[in-house]
């Protein structure tokens, strides 16, 4: 299949984008959703010939001014790869006419992502927002319209599934940092490692977050724990972090799951705004660890250490110990440890007060 080319404007007047709702045309790839305005090139046009020919086709309008913003590579299954030109416009001439791709319509800029939208397009939205320099975007997406995999700038993006009050994903995918700027509810795993003396105490590995870390940066915290990326599974992705954050090579039958943890904590990070909704997957492992055999992520992990489970409990309710622990949570391992000890329906929730 051979690669399109392609333009897409966002014409802005008075805090609202020129929106184009695609209803008209039964083939339409972009069927029901809202974008912008523009069109494949034909032969010989520039971009910017593109651009203004397709604008004026489909709105009556003359851009007399505009910005090339990026470059979107659109991937998707059974689709050619689509190179789309950005732009955006303050400035044009004529009167709005009516399309014959769809309905065009102004929409203010803080509703747009509430629209009908491809979920890669609320990222280069907020991009554009953020006036983010000129950017390359590489956008992956499976046949059934589901977005897997985002590069901006050459840099692999972190996706997550939104996920319904329930924890099942709702089918949305958006990108780490406006998960947490929106506070969507999203997947993790919490693996918590524990060794039991012969006297019946019980140490838990604690990390200390690195100091450059995007939230909670030098604090105490679970011993190995995570995102799960979109179209990911809990089992896997604990198996993934505890290899990647301590460089423990975990079976995942050698994890025992002790319930769900639902927690939600406002905060302010590195001056942004910062709201995790998040349902974690919580395990136990208790294999011999040696702390000095660990292979801790630098980039993520400061360092680790075993401390007693009570006086961690103690620091944690008197908030004598500087973590980001849920406490709720805490307790869920004290009581997993108990004979009799059922996983089934244990669902824990857990707000704490914003800071």
């Known amino acids: 299949m051979k690669s399109r080319l392609t333009t897409l404007c966002y014409i802005e007047r008075d805090n609202q984008y020129l929106m184009l709702h695609r209803i008209s045309k039964k083939n339409d790839v972009n069927k029901d959703k809202w974008i912008g305005v523009g069109g494949q090139f034909e032969e010989g046009e520039s971009p910017e010939d593109c651009l203004l020919r397709e604008v004026l ?14 470059i979107i590579t659109f991937v998707c299954e059974d689709y050619p790869t689509e190179y789309m030109c950005l732009y955006t416009s303050d400035a044009f001439e004529g009167t709005l006419r009516e399309s014959d791709e769809g309905k065009l319509e102004w929409v203010d800029k803080s509703d747009v992502r509430n629209l009908n939208l491809w979920d890669g397009d609320l990222l280069f939205l907020e991009l554009l927002r953020q006036e983010i320099p000129f950017f390359s975007l590489k956008l992956c997406y499976r046949k059934d319209g589901s977005w897997y995999s985002g590069v901006l700038n050459g840099k692999q993006l972190e996706l997550f599934d939104i996920c319904g009050e329930d924890g099942t994903p709702t089918g949305h995918v958006k990108e780490r940092s406006m998960v947490h ?14 060794r039991q003396g012969t006297d019946g105490s019980l140490d838990v590995l604690l990390q200390k977050r690195s100091r450059e870390k995007d939230a909670y940066p030098g604090c105490y915290d ?21 290899q990647e954050e301590l460089g423990i090579t975990a079976k995942e039958e050698e994890l025992r799951f002790i319930g769900f943890h639902e927690g939600y904590v406002e905060n302010n990070f590195w001056g942004q705004p910062f709201k995790d909704w998040e349902i974690s997957a919580v395990y136990l492992y208790d294999k011999p660890v040696k702390e000095a055999c660990l292979k801790i992520q630098e980039s993520e992990v400061e360092s680790v250490i075993f401390m007693d489970y009570e006086k961690v409990l103690a620091g944690i309710q008197k908030g004598t110990l500087v973590s980001c622990v849920y406490p709720k949570e805490f307790l869920m391992i004290k009581e997993a440890m108990e004979p009799g000890f059922c996983a089934e329906g244990v669902w824990v929730k857990e707000i704490i007060d914003p800071v």
């Open 57 to 70: 086709e489909e709105t009556g309008l003359t851009l007399t001014a505009y910005r090339f913003r990026g």
């Open 181 to 194: 700027r929106d506070g969507d509810l999203h997947r993790t795993v919490h693996i918590w490692v524990v």
């Open 222 to 242: 679970v011993s190995s724990a995570g995102h799960v990326q979109a179209g990911d599974d809990f089992v896997h992705s604990a198996v993934r972090e505890l």
